[in-house]
């Protein structure tokens, strides 16, 4: 399935390619994964982030949407911080 990374996110990934390689790099291989495995095998989250799935990476959280079958990566944060985010 093809993919897409949201500019936002795109600079984060920017940054942390720099100051934290193994966190990155742990990225890049959860984004292969997710496009490589069944889509509904992620969790849903409840309102008001209905429209994303989530997966754990360590402390963080990464949040992913489908939309007209490509993978839309939006949001990557610590996990007591993600869900405060309104979209």
Same mark, same amino acid.
């Given at each position: 399935m093809k993919y897409e990374i949201h500019p936002d996110l795109d600079e984060l990934l920017t940054k942390l390619s720099k100051k934290? $390689?193994? &966190? #990155?790099?742990? =990225? &890049? /291989?959860? =984004?292969a994964d997710i496009c490589n495995s069944d889509i509904n *095998?992620? /969790?849903n989250l409840k309102k008001p982030l209905q429209n994303y799935k989530r997966v754990h990476?360590? *402390? #963080?959280? @990464?949040? @992913?949407k489908v939309e007209n079958e490509t993978i839309i990566f939006r949001y990557f944060d610590h996990h007591? $911080? =993600?869900y405060l985010i309104n979209d």
């Open positions: 934290d $390689k193994s &966190l #990155f790099e742990q =990225i &890049l /291989k959860k =984004i *095998h992620y /969790k990476i360590g *402390h #963080f959280v @990464f949040l @992913f007591d $911080k =993600i």
